[in-house]
Nanobody, 122 residues
Framework: QLQLVESGGGLVQPGGSLRLSCAASGFTLGYYGLGWFRQAPGKEREGVSCISTYDGRTYYANSVKGRFTISRDAAKNTVYLQMNSLTPEDTAIYYC???????????????WGQGTQVTVSS
């Protein structure tokens, strides 16, 4: 069974940076889409970014393009989300998730981590 554990959240001032990590274990043979989602209080869950283990292709929500970067260390089975130029609107619980084969729709992501809180505030 695929397990995902996030880390790296915390409190940061506006304009600051954080790097989230997602350690994955229990992979079976095949390809995956490894994604980051977030959910702010009173808001729906939002897809933030995704990376394909097949070809390394990356995807970003418009709200984070140019500020966030997703990457993967295959040897460590870890996915990272580098977040720069953070604003209070980025405050949310961030979840790591995995979908079989590729980065698809949110409904395709069947494995989820427990989440890590990111708070952007002065």
């Amino acid at each position: 069974q695929l397990q995902l554990v996030e880390s790296g959240g915390g409190l940061v001032q506006p304009g600051g940076s954080l790097r989230l990590s997602c350690a994955a274990s229990g992979f079976t043979l095949g390809y995956y889409g490894l994604g980051w989602f977030r959910q702010a209080p009173g808001k729906e869950r939002e897809g933030v970014s995704c990376i394909s283990t097949y070809d390394g292709r990356t995807y970003y929500a418009n709200s984070v393009k140019g500020r966030f970067t997703i990457s993967r260390d295959a040897a460590k089975n870890t996915v990272y989300l580098q977040m720069n130029s953070l604003t209070p609107e980025d405050t949310a619980i961030y979840y790591c998730a995995a979908a079989p084969i590729r980065c698809g729709s949110a409904a395709d992501f069947g494995s989820w981590g427990q989440g890590t809180q990111v708070t952007v505030s002065s």
